[in-house]
């Protein structure tokens, strides 16, 4: 079968290495992170409704993600046995970072630790650095898997996620009062570049030891799947707008699905 035209266009950008495959795919996500937090320069006050609203599309279009492009196509790659593995794995790892190294919440406040020497912008972009580890991970495993019919379908889906993420960020820092729009939305950009390199290192990682492509898809959606529900939910149902947040995951799990008939 031949490849569809936006696979044939992410190869003439790309190239076939799955290595540079990962790192165009975690330029790309963190591009669409980058317009989310510089929105705020634009819209200076979005309405905490429409964040939860947007937020809970960020978190449907990451569940149904985690299974159409990393949990089915990990159990095609090695069996069931290594991606229950991978998803155990990667949400103890989330959690462990989450209790262990100090951030700080928006909402939620300071966790992980004590941290009296990390001023609280750092305590703030470590947070967001946690929540977007996986992200990165889990494009660059796609690419790594050599499966562009289930990578590009999991870049768009992270990438557009990463709109109304980056500029919830942005929004959370002004809240914070940690400084002035520009600098807000400079800490939103800062906070989702470690998808570039985890991107690089996910597909680096599955070309150099095949064997462990089951675990690793596994792992990224785990990750993910800890991101989704300690993260994100809890955010977004904590000022009253619960309802507007699950109609909103609801429709990133249908745009997420429809994405995967699309490519599929």
Do not use: C
């Not at 792992?219 to 507007?244: C, N, W």
Request: hydrophobic fraction near 55%; avoid cysteine; charged fraction near 10%.
């Amino acid at each position: 079968m031949n490849p569809i035209p936006i696979e044939s266009f992410f190869v003439a950008i790309a190239g076939n290495n799955p290595i540079a495959q990962g790192l165009v795919g975690g330029i790309v996500i963190t591009l669409l992170n980058t317009l989310g937090a510089l929105a705020v320069l634009i819209w200076r006050k979005p309405s905490e409704r429409f964040l939860d609203a947007a937020l809970g599309f960020a978190a449907g279009a990451m569940l149904a993600a985690s299974f159409t492009s990393l949990i089915l196509p990990g159990i095609e790659h090695g069996g069931v046995l290594p991606v229950l593995i991978g998803v155990l794995l990667g949400s103890f790892v989330l959690d462990y970072a989450d209790h262990n190294v100090p951030h700080l919440h928006s909402i939620r406040g300071e966790e992980g630790g004590t941290s009296a020497r990390i001023k609280a912008v750092w305590l703030f972009i470590i947070a967001i650095t946690i929540h977007n580890m996986p992200e990165g991970l889990a494009v660059g495993v796609g690419f790594g898997s050599g499966d562009l019919r289930n990578a590009i379908p999991l870049m768009v889906a992270i990438g557009l996620q990463n709109i109304p993420e980056g500029l919830a960020v942005a929004a959370s820092a002004l809240s914070l009062g940690m400084g002035t729009y520009f600098y807000a939305s400079i800490v939103g950009v800062r906070a989702g570049l470690v998808e570039i390199p985890l991107a690089i290192f996910g597909a680096w990682a599955v070309q150099i030891a095949q064997p462990i492509l089951p675990y690793a898809m596994g792992f990224a959606a785990g990750a993910m799947l800890y991101v989704i529900s300690d993260e994100i939910v809890p955010e977004t149902h904590r000022k009253g707008h619960e309802r507007l947040a699950t109609f909103g995951t609801i429709l990133g799990v249908v745009v997420m699905l429809f994405m995967d008939v699309i490519f599929g």
